[in-house]
């Protein structure tokens, strides 16, 4: 393992995320409102750190596989402990614990929070809160990448930090690694200006948009309002967050494709037909519910609100426009459903992935096909039209098992130490694994995740680095075996 190579690009990683801390400082200037020696303190001291990485490792060897799931797994924990000095030193989060938790939250684009009144926080910080939505919802160390010196193994970093969803489907547009973290992140900040200019023609201010374009595209959640989207009241703002959460969802390999001018590669995409019937499938049932039990006055009514809340969910954003939790029964397990689902394979979002449920579907099929029906037959699973190794449908059916695994533990460990109800245990794993953010329960979407305890936060902290590592990389760690040469 190569420890100066991993100290250089934490340096980097760290002088990255200093440097980010400028636009919110320009917020704090325009509002005023104390927040500014909290942000240029943070932003120095975290710069100041990453130079003495870079300056005491100034050597640097090709990085492998271990080298780059310790960077992977060790960046996060770092950046979010130092992305919290702002709200600890001007005091909106004194305690280290809940701003680790806060900041985890957001570059994991959980959007989980523990703020009791988010609007009693001043703008600099909010807009801090909601960037790191922007940097982790394509993955920070995406960023780091096209930093990199050439050949030090920014595609394993890259690798170390996507899901197995993306090595199922062999997503790479572009031969240079830095050639694609270009074109990934000009795509990523051109959607978030195209609904921030959407969101503005709309009557939502300046500052409000940004903020919820970085919650959007990301699939993140934070809102710097109380009552997140449903404040606004609009039926225009609903619908266009609606319709990007949905684009964050995509695999933006597909968007690419599509600025090339191939459509066909959309039209034939496996999962992104799943994710479309899926989408349609529960965002149907869920209105027609609604109107049914008169939840709201008009069918149009319930089909906004139905649509936003599950895209919402399914696309793990966790953006809210109604108490949900007021909903029928049968519309609450409709939405408890896609929870666990998640969205495409190579987009923004987290959780299991349509991708998954597509291998796993037709590996059902297929199975029970040859043992009922064609004992002689040999058929292999296809995605895009294109026949998968069986070794990838060993990977999907082990990473499902894996995640269910994950929040049946967890949520007996909630229970046991944080004494909660069997919904709220078992919702606030979901909720931090699948970086959903708001759940059921205690942590239901008018409520908050501040009453938990100090070692419930930190366990819920790693559930969701878990969850936004996809897994492997954040477990591997753990093995005596990885340490070993």
Same mark, same amino acid.
Not at 91 to 108: K, L, R, V
Not at 234 to 246: G, H, N, R
Not at 432 to 447: A, D, E, H, S
Not at 467 to 476: D, H, K, Q, T
């Given at each position: 393992?190569?420890?100066?190579?991993?100290?250089?690009?934490?340096?980097?990683?760290?002088?990255?995320?200093?440097?980010?801390?400028?636009?919110?400082?320009?917020?704090?200037?325009?509002?005023?409102?104390?927040?500014?020696?909290?942000?240029?303190?943070?932003?120095?001291?975290?710069?100041?750190?990453?130079?003495?990485?870079?300056?005491?490792?100034?050597?640097?060897?090709?990085?492998?596989?271990?080298?780059?799931?310790?960077?992977?797994?060790?960046?996060?924990?770092?950046?979010?402990?130092?992305?919290?000095?702002?709200?600890?030193?001007?005091?909106?989060?004194?305690?280290?614990?809940?701003?680790?938790?806060?900041?985890?939250?957001?570059?994991?684009?959980?959007?989980?929070?523990?703020?009791?009144?988010?609007?009693?926080?001043?703008?600099?910080?909010?807009?801090?809160?909601?960037?790191?939505?922007?940097?982790?919802?394509?993955?920070?160390?995406?960023?780091?990448?096209?930093?990199?010196?050439?050949?030090?193994?920014?595609?394993?970093?890259?690798?170390?930090?996507?899901?197995?969803?993306?090595?199922?489907?062999?997503?790479?547009?572009?031969?240079?690694?830095?050639?694609?973290?270009?074109?990934?992140?000009?795509?990523?900040?051109?959607?978030?200006?195209?609904?921030?200019?959407?969101?503005?023609?709309?009557?939502?201010?300046?500052?409000?948009?940004?903020?919820?374009?970085?919650?959007?595209?990301?699939?993140?959640?934070?809102?710097?309002?109380?009552?997140?989207?449903?404040?606004?009241?609009?039926?225009?703002?609903?619908?266009?967050?609606?319709?990007?959460?949905?684009?964050?969802?995509?695999?933006?390999?597909?968007?690419?494709?599509?600025?090339?001018?191939?459509?066909?590669?959309?039209?034939?995409?496996?999962?992104?037909?799943? +994710? *479309?019937? @899926?989408?349609? %499938?529960?965002?149907? &049932?869920?209105?027609?519910? #609604?109107? !049914?039990?008169? =939840?709201?006055?008009?069918?149009?009514?319930?089909?906004?609100?139905?649509?936003?809340?599950?895209?919402?969910?399914?696309?793990?954003?966790?953006?809210?426009?109604?108490?949900?939790?007021?909903?029928?029964?049968?519309?609450?397990?409709?939405?408890?459903?896609?929870?666990?689902?998640?969205?495409?394979?190579?987009?923004?979002?987290?959780?299991?992935?349509?991708?998954? +449920? *597509?291998? @796993?579907?037709? %590996?059902?099929?297929? &199975?029970?096909?040859?043992? #009922?029906? !064609?004992?002689? =037959?040999?058929?292999?699973?296809?995605?895009?039209?294109?026949?998968?190794?069986?070794?990838?449908?060993?990977?999907?059916?082990?990473?499902?098992?894996?995640?269910?695994?994950?929040?049946?533990?967890?949520?007996?460990?909630?229970?046991?130490?944080?004494?909660?109800?069997?919904?709220?245990?078992?919702?606030?794993?979901?909720?931090?694994?699948?970086?959903?953010?708001?759940?059921?329960? @205690?942590?239901?979407?008018?409520?908050?995740?501040?009453?938990?305890?100090?070692?419930?936060?930190?366990?819920?902290?790693?559930?969701?680095?878990?969850?936004?590592?996809?897994?492997?990389?954040?477990?591997?760690?753990?093995?005596?075996?990885?340490?070993?040469?």
């Amino acid at each position: 393992m190569h420890f100066s190579s991993i100290a250089h690009v934490i340096g980097i990683l760290l002088v990255v995320t200093g440097g980010s801390m400028g636009l919110p400082v320009m917020w704090s200037l325009y509002y005023g409102e104390g927040d500014l020696t909290a942000l240029m303190v943070s932003a120095m001291i975290t710069i100041a750190l990453g130079l003495s990485l870079l300056s005491f490792f100034r050597r640097h060897q090709e990085l492998g596989i271990k080298d780059a799931i310790v960077i992977a797994s060790l960046g996060w924990v770092i950046v979010s402990a130092l992305s919290g000095l702002p709200f600890i030193i001007h005091g909106s989060i004194p305690s280290f614990t809940d701003a680790f938790f806060e900041m985890m939250s957001g570059y994991t684009t959980t959007g989980a929070t523990i703020l009791k009144n988010i609007e009693a926080v001043p703008h600099g910080l909010l807009f801090w809160r909601s960037e790191t939505h922007l940097l982790g919802g394509m993955g920070f160390l995406t960023l780091v990448v096209i930093f990199l010196p050439h050949g030090m193994g920014g595609l394993r970093i890259a690798r170390a930090e996507s899901s197995p969803g993306q090595v199922i489907t062999k997503d790479k547009f572009k031969a240079r690694n830095k050639d694609t973290m270009i074109w990934l992140w000009g795509i990523y900040l051109g959607l978030n200006v195209l609904e921030t200019i959407l969101l503005c023609m709309g009557g939502m201010s300046l500052f409000d948009s940004l903020c919820h374009a970085f919650g959007t595209i990301s699939t993140g959640g934070y809102s710097p309002q109380n009552l997140s989207v449903g404040a606004y009241k609009s039926a225009y703002l609903d619908w266009v967050i609606t319709i990007f959460m949905f684009l964050g969802g995509m695999s933006f390999l597909l968007f690419y494709r599509m600025m090339m001018g191939d459509f066909r590669s959309t039209l034939i995409n496996t999962e992104f037909r799943w +994710y *479309v019937g @899926i989408m349609v %499938f529960f965002c149907g &049932a869920t209105a027609l519910i #609604l109107w !049914q039990a008169n =939840t709201y006055p008009s069918l149009m009514e319930s089909v906004r609100y139905a649509t936003f809340q599950v895209t919402s969910l399914l696309t793990t954003t966790g953006f809210t426009t109604a108490d949900y939790e007021q909903w029928p029964q049968a519309a609450q397990m409709f939405l408890y459903a896609v929870c666990f689902i998640g969205a495409c394979a190579g987009s923004t979002t987290s959780g299991i992935k349509v991708v998954h +449920y *597509v291998i @796993i579907c037709k %590996f059902i099929y297929l &199975a029970i096909k040859k043992l #009922l029906v !064609q004992p002689m =037959t040999v058929k292999t699973i296809q995605l895009n039209r294109r026949p998968i190794d069986a070794s990838i449908v060993d990977l999907a059916i082990c990473y499902f098992i894996v995640n269910i695994f994950m929040i049946l533990a967890g949520g007996c460990f909630m229970a046991l130490v944080e004494k909660m109800d069997f919904t709220s245990a078992m919702s606030s794993i979901i909720a931090t694994l699948m970086n959903i953010g708001p759940g059921f329960g @205690i942590v239901g979407p008018t409520k908050n995740y501040a009453q938990i305890s100090d070692v419930g936060k930190w366990f819920l902290s790693w559930n969701m680095l878990v969850g936004r590592l996809e897994m492997f990389s954040a477990l591997v760690i753990l093995l005596p075996a990885f340490w070993r040469k």
